[in-house]
Each structure stands twice: as C-alpha cells, then as structure tokens.
C-alpha cells in the first residue's frame, strides 16, 4: 500500500518552510501519520462517556461465539470439536458505560481456539476475562457447549459407528472461588414393565386356546411360537433421555467419555450405532431383561452419582418419551442446591 502526499507552501509557516530540510518534513509526517492512526488515541466511550442510571449489572458478555478446541478422550488421544462459548462478566462498577467486549472476545481465541480443553485453561480464562476489565468486573463465567462424537462398537457383530453426545460445560469465577458445571444429554431405549406383563399375559391366553390338550408337545410349541401366530402382542418401549447436571469437584480431572459409557452401562440398554440382525436380537434381549418404568432408570442413575465423589452436587431428570401415550413421563431429582 502507497500514500502520497503532498505538501505545499500555504501549508506551513513561509519561516519553517525557508528553513525545513526534507528530513525534518518526513519526520513531521511520521508523526502525524502515527498520530492518526495509533490505537491508543482511538475514542473509546465506555472510558469517559456517563451514564443515565448508575447501576452495577450482575452478567454481561457474549453468547454463541464459535470456537474450535480439543477434548481428551479416556485413551490420552484428543478428540477435535466444533464448539459455541457464551462469555460473561458482572459490571459491578455502577457508572462503568460498558464492559470490553471485544478483550474477552480476544482472551478466549488465546487460551483454547485450537488447544486442549482442560480446568487449567478454563480457570487461567476466568483470570484474565476478569482483570482485562479493569476493575469494573469481579466475576466471571463461560459456557461451552459441543456435541462429542465418540466411535461405538456394535453389540455381538464386529461392526462399528459414531454416537453424537450434545456437552455443555460451565465454569465461574465469584468471589475469586471457581466451579464448573458439567451437562450431558445421554439416550437409551425403555421397554414397560407394565406392556411386558400384559403383553405376557395375552401370550400365555393364545397358548392356552391353541394347544387344547394336557400336554404339549416340544416341537409343535416351538413350531406355533416361530410362526405368524405365534407373534400375540409386543411390549411398547421408547427411545429415552437422562439429562445430567453435575457440579464437579475442583480436583476432577475432566473425563466426558468415561462418563457417557459408565451412565450408558448403568442404564444397560443404550441406543445404538450400526447393527446387523445379531446386534437387533441381542438389543431385544437386554430390553427384556432390563424392563423399566422411569422411576426405575432415574433409581440407577441417582445411586451413581450419591457413590461419585468427585461430584459435589447435580440435578438431572429422566424422561421416557412414551409411544403409548402423547405425552412423556419424567422424574427430576437434585441433591442440594441446583
């Protein structure tokens, strides 16, 4: 890029020009130059600008900023996500005009765009968010959230697939103390206990109607059950949802796979990836044997998470969104304060 500029005579004292030699004009230039266009003398209003109504603001920022990172996965490998990160400082100097938004923008690119996400960075980001405001925030929180995609292994086949789990994951600075908040959103399959029973009954009514005399033989009984006859009523199941908010220990070291498949084997029978006719059978077997109300699944969960130690405090809720029914059936249960 070129600039010319031209200077003539009516504009500077006819004394200095007689007597300027062509350095000291292209010294004069530089300085006008920098000048214009040095950062520092740039107007900034939320320095020097009032304010109509003198009142401090508990959280100000940005929402949905795109940032990528990485996750460790539980094999020490990193795992590279597409993320969204909220920002937020309190304004707590009542006739501050504004935050600096664009510092927190800055600070965030710095620490994690393309790094590992751990609870080191996330609280070195907490720091810096809130001495970069100088003095007008004391607090500080950020929310990422991402989809993790891990990669699942079929049931009995030797098949293999990819799972999307939507994470979001908090972290707060208030009163110089940290915390972090960890949410997952974890599908399963739910078969009635109630359909199973009824379902059972009216197998048990068509075997009696079909096979009239005291005894029965084996091969004509297995014969009927594998026939179109044989098929009298089915249990009604439902793709189902835990939904996990955990207050983690500071000590914690962040492990997201780990704790997808722990709650995904407590639960016994979580959705699927690819499968073959093998994987189907064996999906309708664990079903069978793990038939469950909502009160049921939400059970499981909570006696996980009362023996988890590194989790002080969560929420979560279980919802079966039910095919017999146009609504869903849900439970919500937290420990302490959330």
Request: aromatic share 8%; with cysteine; net charge negative.
């Amino acid at each position: 890029m070129q600039f010319v500029i031209v200077v003539t005579q009516t504009h500077l004292p006819i004394s200095y020009a007689k007597h300027c030699n062509i350095m000291t004009l292209l010294q004069l230039l530089d300085f006008t130059w920098k000048l214009m266009f040095n950062p520092e003398l740039l107007p900034d209003i939320t320095s020097y600008h009032s304010v109509n109504e003198p009142l401090a603001l508990q959280w100000v920022g940005m929402e949905d900023i795109a940032v990528p990172f990485s996750i460790a996965l539980s094999d020490g490998k990193l795992l590279p996500v597409a993320g969204k990160a909220d920002l937020l400082v309190s304004l707590d100097q009542p006739d501050a005009k504004g935050i600096h938004m664009s510092r927190l923008y800055l600070h965030l690119n710095e620490q994690l765009a393309n790094k590992k996400l751990d609870k080191t960075c996330l609280s070195h980001l907490l720091e810096l968010m809130v001495s970069s405001q100088k003095g007008i925030s004391k607090n500080a929180k950020i929310k990422l959230k991402f989809d993790v995609i891990l990669e699942k292994s079929a049931l009995l086949s030797n098949e293999m697939g990819y799972q999307s789990y939507p994470v979001t994951l908090s972290a707060q600075r208030i009163h110089n103390e940290v915390s972090y908040v960890l949410e997952l959103s974890i599908p399963y399959s739910s078969t009635c206990p109630c359909s199973a029973s009824l379902s059972q009954q009216l197998y048990g009514a068509a075997i009696n109607e079909h096979f009239s005399a005291a005894t029965i033989d084996k091969q004509d009984l297995l014969q009927w059950v594998e026939s179109k006859a044989g098929s009298v009523a089915t249990p009604h199941s439902q793709r189902s949802y835990a939904y996990l908010k955990l207050i983690l220990d500071n000590q914690y070291l962040l492990d997201i796979q780990s704790l997808i498949f722990k709650f995904e084997k407590l639960i016994a029978t979580p959705v699927q990836t690819a499968v073959k006719r093998e994987d189907e059978q064996e999906f309708a077997r664990l079903n069978a044997e793990n038939l469950m109300f909502c009160e049921d699944a939400a059970r499981r969960i909570k006696g996980e998470l009362e023996r988890m130690k590194f989790v002080t405090d969560y929420w979560f809720k279980v919802e079966h969104q039910e095919s017999l029914h146009a609504h869903n059936a849900v439970v919500i249960d937290q420990k302490q304060r959330m």
